[in-house]
């Protein structure tokens, strides 16, 4: 995006337009914050006080047991309230943007070339960016002194006994792999993306994947997200359309949720972690599926390095930002009332995940 004006500093006027506009976006996280966090937590409190029969903090700390023994209310809280909040998050950002949401459920301008870029970007990246965040948090774990006492807990860690019906394993799976990277794509690098490209592609694809990972409110998920929310949010502008980031969030998520069923159905229901690491060896097609998924990722690592030395070497840019769209960005976005609440309320969800 080019202008040519003869002064590229908003007035007066524009920036107080300018932080309203980031506020309005605001409103998409916002309201996924409220129905996620707010109303999940205050109808949790108020059903575990109903269920202890008293609201003091014996009686709720009585009442959340029940719930979490429970695998159909354990489900409603845990998957129930974030559809809600993914939900009302959509709703609000159609709302809000206009954004012509079905004009971006398309194939045109999708090829497989860009699919093919966009599946080893993925994967390379999302390996990278889960590597780096290990690294990061044995650092912090080792200079807070901390190291020791996640060693004891991870060898303390034994899987749960607990049976679930059939049919709430599938809508858990449903959700996590299907609805729930739909919806994600809908408000992420459809409703938020399109709101905060307004002053340039760089900021949108930035910004929303920065907000992509911390609505994960944990720190093991956010760097991996984050990263793995650029590349799809530069696919969703440059195709064009939803559909190559759809397909590979289901793709990501299914990988794992497939990865996860099966080293619970290989092994015993309560054995330690190195129980636990002996049944996966011993598990013929863990270990095919395991070696399967390194050599992908590996695979995929080797591409996007080949891919990247192309690129810049050919003199390409991903973007060319203009002085007048960099005036009209950061700035704003993070003076705006909306957006202190959002990332102030996340990054501290996100960073008090940390074992310290």
């Not at 739909?182 to 910004?207: D, H, P, Q, S």
């Not at 359309?241 to 794992?256: D, E, F, M, Q």
Request: charged fraction near 15%; aromatic fraction near 10%; glycine fraction near 8%.
């Amino acid at each position: 995006m080019t202008q040519t004006i003869n002064n590229i500093y908003p007035t007066p006027e524009e920036r107080h337009s300018l932080r309203r506009h980031y506020a309005k976006a605001g409103l998409i996280i916002l309201a996924f914050i409220i129905i996620f966090h707010g109303l999940n937590y205050l109808v949790l409190h108020i059903s575990a006080g109903i269920i202890g029969g008293s609201f003091d903090k014996a009686a709720i700390k009585a009442g959340k047991a029940v719930i979490n023994a429970d695998p159909v209310m354990r489900t409603i809280y845990g998957y129930g309230m974030p559809l809600a909040g993914d939900i009302a998050a959509f709703g609000v950002g159609l709302l809000v943007t206009k954004c012509p949401i079905s004009k971006k459920i398309t194939l045109k301008g999708f090829n497989g070339k860009d699919f093919g870029v966009c599946f080893v970007m993925t994967f390379s990246l999302s390996t990278a960016a889960a590597l780096i965040s290990q690294i990061i948090l044995s650092i912090i774990m080792f200079l807070s002194g901390k190291s020791s006492d996640v060693a004891d807990t991870v060898t303390s860690i034994t899987l749960s006994p607990e049976v679930t019906p059939l049919w709430i394993n599938v809508i858990i799976e449903l959700y996590a792999c299907i609805i729930g990277p739909i919806f994600e794509e809908l408000i992420f690098r459809g409703v938020l993306l399109e709101a905060l490209r307004k002053y340039g592609n760089a900021f949108g694809i930035i910004a929303s994947s920065i907000m992509f990972g911390l609505a994960h409110a944990n720190y093991i998920q956010f760097i991996p997200a984050m990263i793995i929310g650029m590349v799809w949010a530069y696919t969703a502008v440059k195709t064009g359309s939803l559909i190559p980031s759809i397909i590979l969030h289901i793709i990501n998520n299914t990988v794992a949720s497939l990865l996860m069923a099966m080293i619970e159905f290989a092994s015993p229901k309560g054995e330690d972690i190195f129980d636990l690491a002996q049944s996966m060896l011993n598990s013929v097609p863990i270990v095919v599926a395991v070696m399967l998924n390194m050599a992908v990722r590996v695979g995929c690592v080797i591409a996007s390095i080949i891919i990247i030395v192309r690129f810049y070497s050919s003199g390409k840019r991903l973007f060319t930002p203009s002085e007048y769209c960099q005036k009209r960005t950061w700035r704003y976005f993070l003076t705006s009332f909306v957006w202190i609440i959002c990332i102030s309320y996340l990054g501290y969800r996100t960073f008090t995940s940390l074992p310290l």
